[in-house]
């Protein structure tokens, strides 16, 4: 306590920024160690499999900008989950949503023959379009039937990946479906996308890199999610909902309204997230396993990145890593890439249980200025 | 639609064989959506069942094979289910953290773990050959849990071979769903559960340990789920990668559905089963509406939307679920 009263402002802000990022930084640490205690459990060398995953990470330019591009979609789906966050609903749809877009954009990307500068936008619309109204059906619900967002926004999810299926998979006779995009790759009826995001670090760079312009669009959704959230009125009724819907109505804030278009807006980030990954990465298509859970380690990135655009960014990177490391782990360790699965569940544990962490602190065996807030989720 | 695709649907439906599968469908969703009414009457929203269901199915593959008996193997994946989902009362009860988050996590976890002790313990090639009995069961395959046909009643037409000539696991459900409705609805325990779950602060002052019936509840929800799995896995006699593939879900979805009763979740169960068999039954044949099976299964999860909408019937949630409870908060 004496400590803190005689801190400077300028160090109170370190101190202030410090106490926000210790649980997530704690908890990836503890995740790391039981993950580590699993892997000498079964009989392999954890210090083997985390070096092999930190080298296939950061270890070279080429496997850091495969690190980038993982993130991407985690960024945006990122800031989805967040963004309901900050308004106080948990939006575990993400998946769907990202689906959702991912098909609209798709459709949008062969059906126009325009050119690419034109294209480009129209396709990033009906992505957020698509993620949104999806998002958007458990937004209304739950304003006006009272209908919990989380069971809603979850089943959502589970219709929106069979709805794809249903729309990409050929059927055990070999009839496509309905989306001809989808049928195969190098089949000539395959019509291709009108167009995709260009690669946006030069080759003498980084020799065949894959970065695309989605990182470009996360940045800048990043921006707009700040923007909005602190800089709007529709941010700051969002959060005063997010914070206390009693009291939000009782300043005049609609609050049904406001629970509607905040699942909404989330939802459009979650289907941005679905199109950048379809024109960012070749081969431009969509196939029935486009999405490898983005939606659900999103809930993880938001959780780790205590709802912050800057922190959704770090976290959304960090799993980047642990996913793309986790590729050339299991290739030169031999420690399969579900290990990585396990690490990030811990992660939610650890975070969202930040008692845990808590607990250390109170013992002295981690500091921890400031009051800590009691859940990271409302 | 044509006359043919429609009476092409209408035998379908009096094949005994697509209800004999709606009832083996039906069985793991059962199980886990009677564990989901136990932890969620005591207050715990459980979305972690689908995890708990793979520990069960992977565990109960595992111990089938060193103990060379599937019984065993049914029992280790039911601690397995209830080991999982005491990480999830823990974090939801005695840290208080946020009940589905720690489901996610759990989630996550799970399908984590399994795929890594697939990987770890079998290769890439699988869990090992399945069997039923000592001929064919050599030292390291897979014992499975054969069909029992019950004497005399499995000879009965139709219904017989529907209701009398399944896997035992099939008649513990149907026992469980009686069970656990007289269990909640008739006993002590489960009036205590009921008060926990409406409002923990006055069963507390009842003299209730909120905290403790919650870790009963939650472990019960494991142990059920975990016996969902096994289900799963010893009856086809084999583990793959997440090859519970949203049955938690659906589970969780019928529990919805069903109003938080056994007897409401059974029959939603029965549905959402009726629904896979169909499902099944379609991919398997050729014609128009084989293109529509992936459509079809996605009725549970629109029904469960519709459900909570209150557009059939309201489905209210008891009152304190989904809330920790803090025993030293001034109330």
């Known amino acids: 306590m004496g400590l803190a009263e005689e801190t400077s402002l300028e160090r109170n802000f370190v101190w202030q920024w410090a106490s926000g990022a210790a649980v997530p930084i704690v908890s990836v640490i503890l995740a790391v160690l039981v993950g580590a205690a699993v892997v000498l459990a079964v009989g392999e060398n954890p210090l083997n499999a985390y070096w092999q995953l930190l080298r296939g990470s950061f270890g070279s330019w080429y496997y850091f900008t495969e690190t980038v591009i993982a993130a991407i979609p985690l960024m945006l789906a990122g800031f989805a989950v967040a963004f309901a966050f900050r308004g106080g609903l948990f939006n575990i749809g993400a998946e769907g949503q990202l689906l959702a877009g991912a098909v609209a954009s798709a459709y949008v990307g062969y059906k126009f023959h325009v050119p690419g500068i034109v294209l480009v936008p129209i396709a990033v619309l009906a992505g957020c379009l698509a993620g949104a109204l999806w998002a958007g059906i458990g937004g209304v619900l739950k304003a006006w039937r009272g209908a919990h967002e989380v069971i809603t926004t979850m089943m959502l999810n589970y219709t929106a990946i069979l709805v794809t299926s249903y729309l990409v998979e050929p059927g055990p006779t070999g009839h496509p479906g309905p989306m001809e995009q989808t049928i195969q790759i190098g089949n000539p009826e395959t019509p291709p996308m009108n167009a995709t995001l260009p690669i946006i670090v030069p080759n003498s760079i980084v020799l065949n890199n894959r970065v695309h312009a989605g990182l470009l669009i996360a940045l800048g959704a990043g921006v707009l999610v700040w923007f909005l959230l602190w800089r709007t009125t529709l941010g700051y009724k969002v959060r005063a909902v997010g914070l206390n819907p009693r009291a939000a109505a009782y300043a005049g804030i609609n609050v049904k309204w406001t629970v509607a278009v905040t699942l909404f807006i989330s939802g459009a980030f979650a289907g941005l997230a679905g199109m950048v990954n379809l024109y960012g990465l070749a081969p431009y298509q969509l196939t029935n396993s486009f999405s490898s859970g983005y939606g659900f380690n999103a809930i993880a990135v938001a959780l780790l990145g205590r709802n912050s655009v800057v922190g959704v960014i770090a976290a959304a990177i960090l799993f980047g890593s642990l996913q793309q490391g986790g590729t050339i782990m299991q290739a030169n360790a031999g420690t399969s890439l579900h290990l990585v699965e396990v690490v990030q569940g811990l992660i939610i544990f650890f975070v969202g249980a930040d008692a845990v962490v808590r607990y250390l602190a109170a013992r002295g065996m981690v500091k921890l200025p400031g009051p800590q807030r009691q859940k990271a989720a409302a | ?331």
């Not at chain 2, 990987?119 to 050959?129: E, I, L, V």
């Not at chain 2, 089963?273 to 629109?302: E, I, K």
Request: proline letters at 5%; glycine letters at 12%; hydrophobic letters at 50%.
């Open chain 2, 1 to 331: 639609m044509s006359i043919v695709t429609a009476s092409g649907l209408w035998t379908t439906l009096f094949d005994a064989n697509l209800w004999q599968a709606t009832l083996r469908q039906a069985t793991p969703l059962a199980l886990a959506a009677l564990g989901g009414v136990i932890s969620e009457r005591s207050g715990v929203v459980n979305i972690a069942m689908e995890g708990m269901m793979l520990v069960g199915a992977f565990f109960a593959v595992f111990y089938s094979v060193i103990f060379a008996n599937a019984a065993i193997g049914v029992v280790m994946g039911m601690v397995a289910g209830g080991i999982m989902a005491l990480f999830l009362a823990y974090g939801a009860i005695h840290l208080r953290a946020d009940q589905i988050v720690m489901g996610v996590a759990v989630n996550l976890a799970a399908l984590g773990l399994t795929g890594y002790l697939l990987f770890n313990k079998y290769g890439t090639n699988g869990t090992p050959q399945s069997c039923f009995a000592p001929p064919a069961c050599q030292k390291g395959s897979v014992y499975t849990i054969p069909d029992y046909s019950v004497p005399l009643l499995h000879r009965l037409p139709a219904v017989g071979q529907i209701l009398f000539q399944q896997s035992p696991i099939v008649y513990v459900m149907l026992g469980l769903v009686v069970l656990v409705h007289i269990f909640i609805f008739r006993t002590t325990l489960g009036l205590r559960i009921r008060a926990v779950g409406e409002n923990p602060r006055a069963a507390d002052t009842a003299g209730i340990n909120v905290q403790a019936v919650r870790y009963l509840t939650v472990t019960l929800s494991g142990v059920l789920s975990g016996l969902a799995g096994a289900y799963l896995s010893l009856t086809v006699g084999s583990f793959s990668e997440g090859m519970t593939s949203g049955r938690g879900f659906i589970a969780l979805a019928a529990m919805i559905f069903g109003k938080w009763t056994p007897f409401g979740a059974f029959g939603a169960c029965m549905l959402f089963g009726f629904g896979q068999a169909l499902y099944v039954d379609l991919q398997n044949t050729s014609g128009p509406l084989q293109s529509y099976s992936t459509l079809v299964a996605t009725l549970p999860y629109l029904l469960t939307i519709v459900a909570l909408a209150g557009f059939i019937g309201r489905a209210i949630p008891p009152a304190a679920d989904g809330q920790p409870y803090d025993p030293a908060a001034a109330g």
